[in-house]
């Protein structure tokens, strides 16, 4: 089945603009059928990486832009966004749930996408800043709500 | 976000309304805690009930708030978290770390 592109943006790096993107957001997901549960999680999850490309790769220069990519490939949703910074090491991150950094007040971000979405993945993006990219499955049997249950790994 | 101060009784409580998200909502409660703390204030009880949205900023001045007050000998504790709330800090493990209560009755008396 051929991908359908559903939207891009380019936003300047402010917080505020994350507002904009979501009201975009939600129009295409509920357009696609999504519940409103699923639509919370990804909401999220995408707040999280746009938060991410503002504050840590376009260190909030509003003259850098975040470009944001939504499509539709099969049945999964892939949501891309894209920074103009200088790229990132997701793996120097560490871990959130680990006893020592529960009470940290920041280093969660990378977390809530993995938890809310089926699979990220970062790499660099055509313009040499960090790319990050959100999958979730919209119809079918893994299109549901993250696992609440902590012992689950 | 909006955020009101009440007292019951001793317990100062921070009523909470709307997104806690970076750049607005989370500076906001920030704010609002370190009011209370300011005043003296050593029970203190935040409200969740009206939250639509927290992201991991807002999850993370939570956590300041309550190291914050822990750290001046003071308590601090929620209720009403909505299911999405009470979701996400279950998946961050901090529903471990916090005092939770249900309703407000309930969470005015733990302080007792």
Not at chain 1, 47 to 67: D, F, M, S, Y
Not at chain 1, 87 to 108: H, I, K, M, W, Y
Not at chain 2, 95 to 104: L, M, P
Request: proline share 3%; aromatic share 4%.
């Amino acid at each position: 089945m051929p991908e359908e592109h559903r939207f891009h943006l380019a936003i300047g790096s402010r917080f505020e603009n994350i507002e904009l993107v979501q009201v975009v957001l939600k129009d295409c997901l509920q357009r696609e059928g999504m519940d409103k549960d699923a639509l919370e999680w990804v909401d999220l999850a995408v707040r999280e990486a746009l938060a991410n490309a503002i504050k840590h790769g376009n260190e909030q220069n509003p003259t850098k832009q975040v470009h944001v990519d939504l499509r539709v490939e099969a049945e999964e949703l892939v949501i891309r966004i894209e920074d103009e910074g200088v790229g990132f090491d997701p793996t120097r991150l560490g871990d959130p749930l680990a006893p020592e950094n529960l009470l940290r007040p920041n280093g969660r971000g990378i977390f809530y996408m993995k938890s809310f979405m089926d699979q990220i993945e970062y790499g660099a993006g055509l313009g040499g800043g960090t790319m990050v990219t959100l999958r979730k499955r919209i119809r079918g049997p893994k299109a549901e709500s993250p696992q609440t249950d902590s012992s689950q790994d | 976000m909006d955020v009101s101060k009440r007292q019951v009784g001793d317990v100062t409580i921070l009523d909470l309304k709307g997104k806690i998200t970076i750049g607005t909502g989370d500076v906001q409660l920030r704010n609002a805690v370190q009011d209370v703390m300011n005043s003296g204030a050593n029970k203190v009880l935040i409200n969740m009930g009206g939250v639509s949205t927290i992201d991991s900023s807002g999850i993370g001045e939570l956590v300041s708030a309550y190291t914050t007050a822990t750290n001046r000998g003071a308590k601090l504790k929620l209720y009403g978290l909505p299911d999405k709330v009470s979701d996400i800090l279950t998946i961050t493990q901090l529903i471990t770390v916090f005092d939770v209560y249900d309703n407000e009755g309930d969470a005015v008396r733990s302080f007792a």
